[in-house]
């Protein structure tokens, strides 16, 4: 398995418009994130986390010019912003793109890209067919996907495990029964807003909780914001297994 992190800043991107803090005015390339989102390649089966607004230059970047589904975590337009940047590759690919995700988040989809779905849509729009997530795994293309229920402040959003990795990013609280789900990984991605408390997203204490508690091999932190600080001072406070996720980085499984 290989997983690319496309984007691993917050809603904001890093740097902020407008900012002059040493995060955002940084030389440092490990400290410019775009908005967050994944690639996943397993099993010659392609799958996209998330489609926020900087994807159709992820996309470029990465030099990805095929899927097989993109799975969403929630309906926050950091997240779902870019979905129409996936038009060229429905014309390559002649077939409809899959989406997956919550029916509540699937609504909001058919509401925003409402042009996608008429009767008789306008020519050159893509073709989008929606796949309702519920508590079961689901396959896409012969891979098990595991849906796995966190909250973001009071909002139910979804994780992702793909056999021994699992994507976790917005949360601020795993229940019980969903972080049995995360036992026994290689590599898991989780959100660590910065490092003070906040109110809808973990910040790297709680992350870091997390993950000793789950004792994964590997771990990446990723939903960062300018309020973390450099990347080169906060990589110095991490256990020797838990890196901070950097933009274009290539973890292999």
């Known amino acids: 398995m290989k997983i690319t992190l496309l984007g691993t800043g917050t809603s904001q991107g890093v740097p902020v418009v407008g900012c002059q803090c040493e995060v955002c005015k940084s030389s440092d390339p490990r400290d410019t994130r775009l908005r967050t989102s994944a690639f996943v390649e397993t099993d010659g089966v392609r799958l996209l986390i998330d489609a926020g607004p900087d994807l159709r230059q992820q996309l470029l970047h990465n030099r990805i010019t095929n899927l097989d589904a993109i799975l969403v975590t929630h309906e926050h337009k950091d997240h779902l912003g870019g979905i129409d940047d996936v038009r060229p590759i429905y014309f390559m690919k002649k077939a409809p793109i899959e989406i997956y995700g919550l029916q509540r988040v ?35 293309g012969g891979v098990e996907i595991t849906p796995v229920h966190v909250r973001h402040l009071t909002l139910p959003i979804l994780g992702y495990r793909i056999g021994s990795f699992a994507y976790v990013t917005d949360a601020s609280f795993i229940p019980e029964t969903e972080l049995k789900k995360l036992y026994g990984l290689k590599v898991l991605v989780l959100n660590a807003l910065r490092i003070k408390e906040h109110y809808s997203h973990f910040n790297l204490e ?4 997390i993950i000793g508690q789950l004792q994964p091999e590997r771990a990446f932190i990723t939903h960062i914001s300018h ?19 950097e933009d274009g980085m290539i973890i292999e499984v």
């Open 106 to 140: 699937l609504h909001v989809i058919r509401k925003d890209y409402d042009y996608a779905f008429k009767p008789h849509p306008y020519p050159g729009v893509p073709s989008l067919h929606l796949n309702p997530v519920k508590d079961d795994p689901f396959m896409v």
């Open 206 to 209: 709680q992350a870091l909780n």
């Open 227 to 245: 309020e973390m600080g450099l990347c080169s001072e906060v990589e110095k406070q991490l256990p020797e297994n838990v890196f901070l996720g």
